[in-house]
């Protein structure tokens, strides 16, 4: 688990039916960043697919993992020394065991540094 690790949740709410914002503090002084990468740190992408799992478990209280997914875009690098706070909103319909989303991340300054459409499965 990434969860009060590599992010803190600052605040997560459900702003209209099925479409969640969420606001994540990264730890820029996390091991991950020495290696990926020494001198210039860079959220590693597998780590923001993993985070949207664990934001996917904190609203539903369940736990899952990427099954599939029709899109996925990294747009901008995330640096933790310029950009230690993400911006998540989150569109969820919960489909049996899986959760159908639609998913963009934007950095402070706004500017969209992630998208993914998928599938998270319940484990």
């Keep these: 688990m990434?969860?009060?690790?590599?992010?803190?949740?600052?605040?997560?709410k459900e702003t209209t039916s099925g479409h969640y914002e969420v606001v994540v503090n990264l730890d820029k002084g996390h091991d991950i960043f020495k290696g990926h990468f020494p001198g210039k740190p860079i959220l590693p992408g597998?780590?923001?697919?993993?985070?949207?799992?664990?934001?996917?478990?904190?609203?539903?209280?369940?736990?899952y993992r990427l099954e599939?997914?029709?899109m996925i875009k990294f747009q901008a690098l995330v640096d933790p020394n310029e950009n230690d706070t993400l911006y998540f909103g989150i569109d969820a319909t919960i489909e049996g065991n899986r959760v159908k989303t639609d998913v963009a991340t934007n950095l402070?300054?706004?500017?969209?540094?992630f998208k993914l459409k998928g599938n998270y499965i319940h484990e």
Excluded: M, P, R, Y
Aim: with cysteine.
């Design 2 to 12: 990434l969860k009060n690790d590599l992010f803190t949740i600052h605040s997560l």
């Design 68 to 70: 599939d997914a029709n």
């Design 108 to 113: 402070g300054n706004g500017e969209v540094s």
């Design 46 to 63: 597998v780590c923001q697919v993993e985070i949207i799992a664990e934001l996917l478990e904190e609203i539903f209280e369940k736990s």
